[in-house]
């Protein structure tokens, strides 16, 4: 399938990002919700920002505060026995009786604006920023669909509670209306239909399981956007397939004629992430018509596989002008990239490639 690569790659880099606390560097500017607002393009990109530390020794850990509404810090001595540095990304109990304790850096949300889709500029304050106690260790991975002249913005809220899905709705990218959490922990990469489907409204979700049942695609529906239920799996990982780790929602579902297009990431059980599709019936979407069994985008380049996560490619959004398609995805969760491709071939590759095994 032809791809077409933008030759700016990557558009944004943590170099590219000043911090927005003191004493802090960007480490990821990356997962970047998509949305057309008048003659711009926006990407609404996961910021994380970690601690710089005083000494080699020592790890901190970053929290939002709720009752002082500020970010705060914590220290850890790397050779304290208590604790369990092995992922950079987290700080766990040693003996993991108490697991997961707190992460390395925080993410919030930072709009970077584009005319021409290829050379961004970024905004100096946070569009969406740590506010309550279910986000507490941040927001994470925006995805953005419009109805009219509203945008829906659904993201991950991650504290000591889990991670939950929540939702702003917004017209100006400057305000926002909070509309609370829609998916109770633990879930993540929601996605909302752009349109009302015999007077449902659906979200494609995926829960994460702690205990029995695999990393799947749900479907759910809703009379407002905001009570949630009817769920239904959906797309299920496949033994020996680039999905049979984990599977999750990547791009606001695309009505063609064929049926609703499904961009969603895929994962290897050793974390190696791309990009499958997906098609729905445009009247029943709980009906899978067909499924690739070959990724449409792999992480070939080199700053697709090397980064703070290599071997990474993580599709949050797409603009659709006619027949083609403008996907913006991160890139070893460390930057954001962008490519072009027709829809039409990704209806053909389905075609050629098209498995109906959920």
């Not at 009302?196 to 956007?225: C, F, V």
Request: glycine fraction near 8%.
């Amino acid at each position: 399938m032809n791809i077409y690569r933008y030759e700016e790659n990557p558009l944004i880099t943590p170099l590219d990002v000043v911090p927005y606390h003191d004493g802090y560097e960007v480490i990821g500017a990356f997962n970047g919700g998509v949305a057309k607002y008048g003659d711009e393009t926006l990407l609404l990109l996961r910021v994380a920002e970690k601690p710089i530390a005083e000494h080699e020794n020592e790890v901190v850990a970053p929290y939002f505060n709720v009752k002082e509404q500020k970010l705060e810090r914590v220290s850890f001595d790397k050779n304290d026995p208590t604790y369990n540095f092995d992922d950079p990304r987290m700080i766990r109990h040693k003996d993991n009786l108490g697991g997961f304790i707190y992460l390395t850096s925080i993410s919030y949300i930072r709009i970077a604006r584009s005319k021409d889709g290829h050379n961004f500029t970024l905004d100096k304050e946070p569009f969406l920023y740590p506010f309550n106690e279910y986000q507490t260790f941040g927001i994470e991975d925006a995805r953005v669909m419009q109805m009219e002249d509203t945008y829906y913005i659904t993201f991950s809220a991650v504290s000591e509670c889990g991670v939950a899905d929540a939702l702003v709705t917004t017209k100006d990218f400057k305000t926002y209306d909070y509309k609370g959490n829609i998916f109770a922990p633990e879930n993540k990469d929601v996605l909302l239909f752009p349109e009302k489907i015999n007077d449902k409204y659906y979200a494609l979700h995926r829960p994460s399981a702690k205990n029995i049942g695999e990393l799947d695609i749900w479907l759910a529906s809703s009379p407002d956007l905001v009570n949630w239920g009817d769920h239904k799996r959906l797309i299920g990982v496949r033994q020996n397939s680039y999905d049979d780790g984990r599977v999750g929602g990547g791009c606001t579902p695309i009505k063609t004629e064929a049926g609703w297009l499904i961009l969603y990431h895929g994962a290897t059980k050793k974390h190696r992430y791309v990009m499958g599709a997906a098609l729905l019936d445009l009247n029943d979407p709980s009906v899978v018509l067909k499924r690739t069994t070959e990724p449409f985008l792999e992480p070939v380049a080199e700053y697709e596989k090397n980064g703070f996560f290599g071997d990474v490619v993580f599709a949050c959004g797409t603009v659709q002008e006619g027949d083609t398609l403008k996907m913006y995805y991160g890139v070893a969760d460390t930057s954001m990239a962008g490519c072009e491709m027709k829809i039409s071939d990704l209806l053909h590759h389905l075609e050629r490639t098209s498995c109906l095994t959920k």
